[in-house]
């Protein structure tokens, strides 16, 4: 049975400050560009938490990435990477790598999937999303991915993962896999990770329907804001979002009904770090117009910077494949002594 979700970790997390957090994991699929929506809802959190945790790992995961067809992924990788570190992520306190640069992750996802049961993949949601009405045409990757991300999670020892509402599925997974193992093998190999949830979390919606969530994979780009985008296309963006012809509440209550109006708040509210409240009790009354322009300006101070060294590090290939191969280096080093450990338990042979 799995365990919920609020019974592990009921309590919210800001940033965590008179107790280090043990050891924190985190990936990102570099199957297309970071927006808006990635940096307010998770990467500006993985900065904070450098300063959080004992050690921390950021995986780039490729893997997981060609469950669907990938034209540019090497490219992509390389652009993720100076998308996370031109955000604030600093190789140096991180293990910054790329997931098919250590192989112990595909070796143990293939040793768990041996202990998973058809029942818990049966069961996840975002499989049968993905897969659709077509479910027979899936690729096997597809079904089994979340047993990967368990191996991804377990094999550093993580105490901790920031999960998002569409990841918290997968991570009870991972704990069913862990103890299950644990209970097989009689040994405490892994360590039972906990989810890691922000109540500062921003859910920011696409800029042209407030009713779906900012995504790389919308038709339109006019409905996401890219860390490539320049002033220029940002501002065309931010004028062109959906609105309503109502002006700015100036209480929370206002808003209710209203989801793009709402989106557009939050985003300034993220951006700033204050609550919704606090915004509107400044910006009641005010034509979106107007607060188009102040939100314009709020993105070309904190996001037009972020991309601008994101396009100065991706001239640099040769420097972000070092910064990759010394993460790689420090993965493969830390995750030797857990897979030892793995194929003892399972009674491999082991030949020198």
């Not at 993720?80 to 143990?108: K, W, Y």
């Not at 599925?169 to 991972?174: A, G, K, R, V």
């Amino acid at each position: 049975m799995m365990t919920n979700i609020s019974d592990t970790y009921p309590r919210p997390v800001d940033t965590p400050s008179d107790e280090r957090l043990g050891c924190i994991f985190s990936g990102i699929q570099p199957s297309g560009g970071l927006h808006l929506g990635n940096y307010l809802g998770a990467v500006r959190h993985w900065v904070s938490l450098q300063d959080c945790a004992r050690r921390i790992f950021y995986c780039l995961v490729d893997c997981h990435a060609i469950t669907v067809s990938q034209e540019r992924l090497r490219e992509q990788t390389l652009s993720m990477a100076a998308a996370l570190l031109a955000c604030g992520i600093d190789a140096e306190r991180s293990v910054l790598f790329v997931q098919s640069s250590n192989p112990h992750h595909t070796e143990l996802g293939w040793m768990l999937s041996c202990v998973a049961r058809m029942g818990w993949l049966s069961r996840m949601t975002q499989f049968k999303e993905k897969a659709g009405k077509d479910r027979e045409q899936a690729s096997v990757g597809l079904y089994a991915y979340p047993v990967l991300m368990a191996a991804d999670i377990l094999l550093y020892g993580a105490t901790h993962v920031p999960v998002g509402d569409d990841q918290k599925q997968h991570l009870e997974l991972t704990r069913d896999i862990a103890q299950r193992f644990n209970k097989s093998y009689g040994e405490d190999i892994f360590s039972v990770p906990e989810p890691l949830i922000f109540s500062s979390g921003a859910r920011v919606m696409s800029l042209r329907d407030g009713s779906v969530k900012m995504s790389k994979s919308e038709s339109s780009p006019m409905g996401r804001i890219d860390l490539t985008d320049g002033l220029d296309a940002i501002a065309s963006k931010i004028r062109k979002a959906k609105t309503d012809s109502a002006v700015l509440p100036s209480k929370e209550a206002g808003l209710e009904g209203r989801a793009e109006a709402k989106n557009l708040v939050g985003i300034y509210a993220a951006l700033r770090g204050v609550g919704i409240a606090e915004v509107l009790e400044s910006v009641g009354g005010m034509s979106f117009a107007k607060f188009k322009d102040v939100l314009i300006g709020v993105l070309e101070e904190v996001m037009v910077p972020k991309g601008e060294e994101m396009r100065r590090l991706c001239g640099d290939k040769n420097y972000l494949i070092e910064v990759l191969r010394k993460g790689r280096e420090r993965a493969r080093a830390l995750s030797e002594e857990r897979m030892k450990k793995v194929r003892e338990a399972m009674g491999f042979l082991e030949v020198g």
